[in-house]
C-alpha cells in the first residue's frame, strides 16, 4: 500500500517539471520579443531621422524611444543617428533626398521634384512644366538650373545613370516629332547632353532613352494627370546585390563541360 501511495505522488509531482519547462520557454519567448522591439526601434529613429532631414525640420537628431532605460528618473537626451552602417543604397538615398528637398523647398520647387527608390536604384522624377515648353526639347531657363543642382549631388556618386523621358497620350502636333516616342527620346538626350557637358557628368556613366506615353503614373483621363504624367526621370542605378538573388535562380554551371563528348 504504502509503495503504491509513494508512486503515486511521484507521478503528481512531475507536473513541475512540465511547468518550469513552459516557463523557461516562455521567459525565451519575451526575450525574444523584445530584442525584436529594439531593433524596431533602432529602425524607427532611423526613418524618423530621414524625415526630419528630408522635410527640413532643424535640430538634426531623434529623441530616443528610452527602451531598456528602466523608467529612470531624469529628461531623454537627443540621440544623433548615425548611417553609416545602412546599405550604400540607403544611405545615398537620404544624402540625395534630403539635399534636393531642401533645395526644392528653397527654390519653391516642391511639387515638380520627388526621389524615391525602385527596384533599380534612386530616382529622381522631374515635372516637364519645369523642364519644357509644351513640344519642345529646349531647356528652360529654370530647367537648367535644377539639373546643375542635382548633378551638384550625383557628381561624387560612382553610379551609371540613365535619363528615361515619358509624355502623355495626346499625339504631339509639332513636325520634328512625328509621335511621342521621338519627342520623349529627344528630350531624355537633351537631358543627357547637359548633364554630361554642361553639369559635369562623365558622359560614360550615362544613358538616354524615351517611353512616350506607356509608362504614366495616372489614367490619362485629365489635365491635371497628364501634367503629372509629363516628367524625366533620373534614375541612380545599384547593381543587384547578390544576397537578393535566390540560389535556384541561379544556375548551377559547374556541372557542364563543353569538352565531353558522348560515347557510343
Do not use: C
Not at 533626398?97 to 527654390?107: D, F, K, N, R, V
Amino acid at each position: 500500500m504504502s509503495g503504491g501511495g509513494g508512486h503515486g505522488g511521484a507521478s503528481e509531482e512531475r507536473w513541475l517539471l512540465t511547468y518550469s519547462d513552459m516557463i523557461t520557454l516562455l521567459m525565451v519567448f519575451f526575450i525574444v520579443l523584445y530584442s525584436m522591439a529594439q531593433i524596431d526601434a533602432k529602425k524607427y529613429q532611423q526613418v524618423a531621422e530621414s524625415l526630419h532631414r528630408a522635410f527640413g525640420v532643424p535640430g538634426g537628431s531623434v529623441i530616443s524611444a528610452g527602451i531598456g532605460s528602466g523608467g529612470g528618473e531624469g529628461e531623454a537626451k537627443p540621440a544623433p543617428i548615425a548611417f553609416d552602417d545602412l546599405p550604400p543604397r540607403q544611405r545615398d538615398y537620404l544624402d540625395i533626398s534630403t539635399e534636393l528637398a531642401g533645395q526644392a523647398t528653397a527654390a519653391g520647387l516642391g511639387a515638380d521634384v520627388s526621389v524615391t527608390t525602385n527596384v533599380e536604384g534612386i530616382l529622381i522624377s522631374v515635372s516637364e512644366s519645369l523642364l519644357f515648353a509644351p513640344g519642345s526639347t529646349v531647356l528652360q531657363p529654370q530647367a537648367q538650373a535644377t539639373l546643375d543642382r542635382i548633378a551638384a549631388v550625383l557628381r561624387p556618386l560612382p553610379n551609371a545613370i540613365r535619363v528615361v523621358a515619358h509624355t502623355d497620350d495626346v499625339p504631339t502636333e509639332y513636325p520634328y516629332y512625328i509621335s511621342n516616342w521621338e519627342l520623349s527620346a529627344a528630350r531624355a538626350v537633351v537631358i543627357v547632353r547637359y548633364l554630361s557637358e554642361e553639369a559635369g557628368i562623365a558622359p560614360e556613366r550615362l544613358t538616354a532613352a524615351g517611353q512616350a506615353q506607356y509608362h504614366p503614373l495616372f489614367p490619362n483621363d485629365t489635365r491635371e494627370h497628364r501634367a503629372r504624367n509629363r516628367r524625366a526621370e533620373i534614375v541612380v542605378i545599384y547593381p543587384i546585390e547578390q544576397e537578393n538573388i535566390g540560389p535556384n535562380l541561379i544556375p548551377d554551371l559547374s556541372q557542364l563541360n563543353p569538352s565531353a563528348t558522348a560515347v557510343p
